[in-house]
């Protein structure tokens, strides 16, 4: 009976919790996470009796295995390839500095060595369910800052294993318990088996896991279907773990099998309630993990390893890929994004804590770190633009790095076009928009921050502007004056108005497109001068609709007016 009390408790404060806390940062226009991890403190400190820590930190950690699944699930093989061999070698060289310099900071501060260590290690790396769930939620996955991001944060959670192994070895060592030789042997021979495993369920997995899924869905139910799929993340999971690896990246390789399979939307469509129930749980866990009382003593270590992490970590991923030649404005946007702690952090503490190598002050200024740094980071990726155009802004006069060719281009005379469009972000909108253009031969001229997506463009005779859309130099560039339209298929909206208002300041008659996520933007859009505001997921309505009518014999002209009648009601009509 007292069980299952503290089962019926424990939920209740958590539902309390994400609750509360959630509808305080939505009403605070915060993001819903800083608002769960809010709530968790809260509970955790007023009521640290009154759950059950042990589950909720099971239900957490199948959060978290369930987020990084269906991460694997929206990527595929060969898009992964792609990210990684362009983000390898720069977050590789990011974790060793991060790691050393938030160490040498540590020691700075008489921490030990090996405790360093570990907190430093714990530092290195970002939060994948963060950061994917942020950028999820504002469109940006698909950007060239999100991709780079998302390919970024895999290298870290790959680099978790070594780390681990790593970190075990040199504790031992330092507690006299193995000698040097052995423990390298030890080091040498985990890592030869967790790539075989790697390779072996990749392999075997994309044989078997297509035919499996597709022999489940012929019985044509739901439940057997969800079984089976989270069946294959935990089994994959397992395997990871036994041979030392996480069961969150086992469940990464799960989805990337799952990726190359026909069923992958249905088992996105699935498993996406479960992983978006636990992952709040996940998140709510954080905060209840925060003994604040006993933190007091520790704020001036928590202070400077908080800013060592995110000045050191943004600091280094901005220069590396400004060296690699990506546009200040990615390279910005990157760092910022990563500037959190993983969740990771909580692994490698509660390891140094049965190893012996952290006791239960630094283990909890860990977790007060990741927490601050979390909350922290989390409106700054929810205005990453917004911020990047302030910095820049404020130090536009400060000398620049790293400038490549094209940044250095003279732009005085602009570019030799006119009577033509100028659209904005070549992404998934603005590639078709740009296709059918160039199919009915008309003008067009597109301005972007992708170098790689440039370069292809110029070898198919696109004409091209490299740069930020929303650099009034920029636009100038591009003729905006002697335009007829701008094409806005950037969906952030503080992007849009800066290249709203520039492009009115060159061209008061231009005919401005834009496109939103959201309904309650057109109405503010339109206030600033457009004159088309487009939001994709009711044109695709509108459509479906079309054909509906169509198909239940509607005459053309009734169809017509019901369609006005819905533009109207959306306020586009």
Same mark, same amino acid.
């Given at each position: 009976?007292?069980?299952?009390?503290?089962?019926?408790?424990?939920?209740?404060?958590?539902?309390?919790?994400a609750?509360?806390?959630?509808?305080?940062?939505?009403?605070l226009?915060?993001?819903?996470?800083?608002?769960?991890?809010?709530?968790?403190?809260? @509970?955790?400190?007023?009521?640290?009796?009154?759950? +059950?820590?042990?589950?909720?930190?099971?239900?957490?950690?199948?959060?978290?295995?369930?987020?990084?699944?269906?991460?694997?699930?929206?990527?595929?093989?060969?898009?992964?390839?792609?990210?990684?061999?362009?983000?390898?070698?720069?977050?590789?060289?990011?974790?060793?500095?991060?790691?050393? !310099?938030?160490?040498?900071?540590?020691?700075?501060?008489?921490?030990?060595?090996?405790?360093?260590? #570990?907190?430093?290690?714990?530092?290195?790396?970002?939060?994948?369910?963060?950061?994917?769930?942020?950028?999820?939620?504002?469109?940006?996955? +698909?950007?060239?800052?999100?991709?780079?991001?998302?390919?970024?944060l895999?290298?870290?959670?790959?680099?978790?294993?070594?780390?681990?192994i790593?970190?075990?070895? !040199?504790?031992?060592?330092?507690?006299?318990?193995?000698?040097?030789?052995?423990?390298?042997?030890?080091?040498?021979?985990?890592?030869?088996?967790?790539?075989?495993?790697?390779?072996?369920?990749?392999y075997?997995?994309?044989?078997?896991?297509?035919?499996?899924?597709?022999?489940?869905?012929g #019985?044509? =139910?739901?439940e057997?279907f969800?079984?089976?799929?989270?069946?294959?993340?935990?089994?994959?999971?397992?395997?990871?773990? @036994?041979?030392?690896?996480?069961?969150?990246?086992?469940?990464?390789?799960a989805g990337?099998?799952?990726?190359?399979?026909?069923?992958?939307?249905?088992?996105?469509?699935?498993?996406?309630?479960?992983?978006?129930? #636990?992952?709040?749980?996940?998140?709510?866990?954080?905060?209840?993990?925060?003994?604040?009382?006993?933190l007091?003593?520790?704020?001036?270590?928590?202070?400077?390893?908080?800013l060592?992490?995110?000045?050191?970590?943004?600091g280094?991923?901005?220069t590396?890929?400004?060296?690699?030649?990506?546009?200040?404005?990615?390279?910005?946007?990157?760092?910022? $994004?990563?500037?959190?702690v993983?969740?990771?952090?909580? !692994?490698?503490?509660?390891?140094?804590?049965?190893?012996?190598?952290?006791?239960?002050?630094?283990?909890?200024?860990?977790?007060a @770190?990741?927490?601050?740094?979390?909350?922290?980071?989390s409106?700054?990726?929810?205005?990453?633009?917004?911020? $990047?155009?302030?910095v820049h802004?404020?130090?536009?006069? %400060?000398?620049?790095?790293?400038r490549?060719?094209?940044? +250095?281009?003279?732009?005085?005379?602009?570019?030799?076009?006119?009577?033509?469009?100028?659209?904005?972000?070549?992404?998934?909108?603005?590639?078709?928009?740009?296709?059918?253009?160039q199919?009915?031969?008309?003008?067009?001229?597109?301005v972007?921050y992708?170098?790689?997506t440039?370069?292809?463009?110029?070898?198919?005779? %696109?004409?091209?502007?490299?740069?930020?859309?929303?650099?009034? +130099?920029?636009?100038?560039?591009?003729?905006?004056?002697?335009?007829?339209?701008?094409?806005?298929?950037?969906p952030d909206?503080?992007?849009?108005e800066? !290249?709203?208002? =520039?492009?009115?300041?060159? =061209?008061?008659?231009?005919?401005?497109?834009?496109?939103?996520?959201?309904?309650?933007?057109?109405?503010?859009?339109?206030?600033?001068?457009?004159?088309?505001?487009?939001?994709?997921?009711?044109?695709?309505?509108?459509?479906?609709? =079309?054909?509906l009518?169509?198909?239940?014999?509607?005459?053309?002209?009734?169809?017509?007016?019901k369609?006005?009648?819905?533009?109207?009601?959306?306020?586009?009509?």
């Amino acid at each position: 009976m007292e069980h299952s009390l503290s089962l019926i408790t424990t939920f209740l404060l958590l539902l309390s919790a994400a609750l509360g806390g959630g509808a305080i940062a939505v009403q605070l226009r915060l993001p819903s996470i800083v608002g769960y991890i809010a709530g968790g403190i809260l @509970v955790g400190n007023v009521f640290p009796q009154g759950f +059950d820590h042990r589950l909720i930190t099971m239900i957490a950690e199948a959060g978290v295995t369930l987020l990084l699944f269906t991460l694997g699930v929206e990527f595929s093989f060969h898009r992964l390839k792609r990210i990684l061999h362009a983000v390898a070698w720069p977050a590789i060289g990011q974790i060793v500095i991060t790691l050393f !310099i938030v160490m040498l900071a540590l020691i700075a501060l008489k921490t030990p060595f090996i405790p360093a260590l #570990f907190l430093s290690s714990a530092a290195a790396l970002s939060s994948t369910a963060i950061v994917v769930k942020l950028l999820s939620e504002r469109g940006e996955l +698909d950007s060239v800052p999100g991709e780079l991001s998302t390919g970024w944060l895999v290298v870290q959670d790959l680099a978790v294993v070594p780390i681990l192994i790593l970190l075990s070895a !040199i504790s031992s060592v330092s507690s006299g318990e193995g000698a040097v030789l052995s423990v390298l042997g030890a080091i040498a021979f985990a890592m030869l088996k967790a790539g075989i495993l790697i390779v072996a369920v990749l392999y075997l997995g994309s044989r078997g896991v297509p035919k499996l899924l597709g022999a489940v869905a012929g #019985f044509k =139910n739901r439940e057997l279907f969800l079984l089976t799929t989270i069946g294959i993340v935990f089994l994959v999971g397992l395997l990871t773990y @036994v041979v030392g690896l996480s069961v969150s990246l086992g469940a990464f390789l799960a989805g990337l099998l799952v990726a190359e399979t026909s069923q992958n939307h249905a088992v996105f469509a699935e498993v996406r309630p479960l992983r978006d129930l #636990f992952a709040v749980v996940f998140f709510v866990s954080l905060g209840m993990a925060l003994p604040i009382s006993s933190l007091v003593s520790s704020l001036p270590v928590i202070v400077v390893m908080t800013l060592a992490v995110i000045v050191v970590k943004g600091g280094s991923i901005y220069t590396l890929l400004r060296f690699l030649g990506y546009h200040r404005k990615t390279a910005f946007l990157v760092g910022i $994004y990563l500037t959190q702690v993983s969740e990771f952090g909580f !692994i490698i503490a509660g390891m140094g804590i049965a190893l012996g190598a952290l006791s239960e002050p630094q283990s909890s200024l860990l977790v007060a @770190v990741t927490f601050i740094t979390i909350l922290i980071s989390s409106p700054l990726i929810s205005n990453g633009h917004k911020a $990047y155009y302030f910095v820049h802004n404020f130090l536009k006069r %400060i000398p620049k790095t790293f400038r490549d060719k094209e940044e +250095d281009t003279p732009r005085d005379e602009g570019y030799p076009i006119r009577d033509h469009v100028v659209i904005c972000g070549y992404g998934r909108v603005g590639k078709y928009i740009g296709r059918a253009l160039q199919m009915s031969n008309v003008p067009f001229l597109v301005v972007d921050y992708n170098q790689h997506t440039l370069a292809s463009l110029r070898g198919a005779g %696109i004409q091209t502007v490299y740069g930020d859309p929303a650099d009034k +130099d920029v636009l100038d560039y591009a003729q905006v004056d002697l335009a007829k339209s701008v094409v806005i298929a950037i969906p952030d909206r503080h992007t849009q108005e800066m !290249i709203i208002g =520039n492009a009115l300041s060159l =061209n008061r008659r231009i005919k401005i497109i834009c496109r939103t996520h959201h309904e309650e933007d057109q109405r503010h859009l339109k206030s600033l001068g457009v004159q088309t505001v487009i939001q994709p997921e009711f044109e695709a309505a509108l459509t479906v609709v =079309n054909k509906l009518l169509h198909d239940f014999g509607v005459p053309p002209e009734e169809m017509a007016g019901k369609m006005s009648r819905l533009k109207i009601e959306h306020g586009i009509g």
